[in-house]
T-cell receptor, first 114, second 113 residues
Framework: NAGVTQTPKFQVLKTGQSMTLQCAQD?????MSWYRQDPGMGLRLIHY???????DQGEVPNGYNVSRSTTEDFPLRLLSAAPSQTSVYFC?????????????FGQGTRLTVV | GDSVTQMEGPVTLSEEAFLTINCTYT??????LFWYVQYPGEGLQLLLK?????DKGSNKGFEATYRKETTSFHLEKGSVQVSDSAVYFC????????????FGIGTKLQVIP
């Protein structure tokens, strides 16, 4: 079972470049989200989606764009990369409402902006 | 809003020592509580969870009990191994609205032989 798959695993960008981080899940989960992990700050929510065609902002959305055209995919776009976006990015998915639900995470994308 | 507090560490222990990582939370309603583990160079893995008060989650020798009266979910293990060296994140997920996961800052554990 693939679970949540993120690509690429590593990326180096120059300031001002744009790129897309890919995320796909094969569990038919309704909810998907993107987090960034920074030292001393844990994981912070960037954007999330509760279903195809529906997205919303999290805690730290500036500089990022998302779309959800299918249930499976939830790409994260960096419009114009800045050094402050150097981080490790995690995609997560979970099924809909329910007491016993949990979030499944991808392996992460380590992004460096120079 | 929701929040999770845990020590950042690092916590350094000798092999076979007892481990406690404290976690307290603030949340509305009745959240589910989790411990995630991140081994070096890897992603997040769910270690254990508890969905209601007094539930005990356990896995791989680790345990944590959902204490609503003290809003805590401390992680314990009786005898740590070198292979337990990792970063441990306490987290909560609220059942209302979007199921955002709120994380603590993560505690780095280093176990030395």
């Amino acid at each position: 079972n693939a679970g949540v798959t993120q690509t690429p695993k590593f990326q180096v960008l120059k300031t001002g470049q744009s790129m897309t981080l890919q995320c796909a899940q094969d569990m038919n989960h309704e909810y998907m989200s993107w987090y960034r992990q920074d030292p001393g700050m844990g994981l912070r929510l960037i954007h999330y989606s509760v279903g195809a065609g529906i997205t919303d902002q999290g805690e730290v959305p500036n500089g990022y764009n998302v779309s959800r055209s299918t249930t499976e995919d939830f790409p994260l776009r960096l419009l114009s990369a800045a050094p402050s976006q150097t981080s490790v990015y995690f995609c997560a998915s979970s099924r809909g409402q329910g007491v016993n639900t949990e979030a499944f995470f991808g392996q992460g994308t380590r992004l460096t902006v120079v | 809003g929701d929040s999770v507090t845990q020590m950042e560490g690092p916590v350094t222990l000798s092999e076979e020592a007892f481990l406690t990582i404290n976690c307290t939370y603030t949340a509305t309603g009745y959240p589910s509580l989790f411990w995630y583990v991140q081994y070096p160079g890897e992603g997040l893995q769910l270690l254990l969870k508890a969905t209601k008060a007094d539930d005990k989650g356990s896995n791989k020798g680790f345990e944590a009990t959902y204490r609503k009266e003290t809003t805590s979910f401390h992680l314990e293990k009786g005898s740590v191994q070198v292979s337990d060296s990792a970063v441990y994140f306490c987290a909560l997920m609220n059942s209302g609205g979007y199921q955002k996961v709120t994380f603590g800052i993560g505690t780095k554990l280093q176990v030395i032989p």
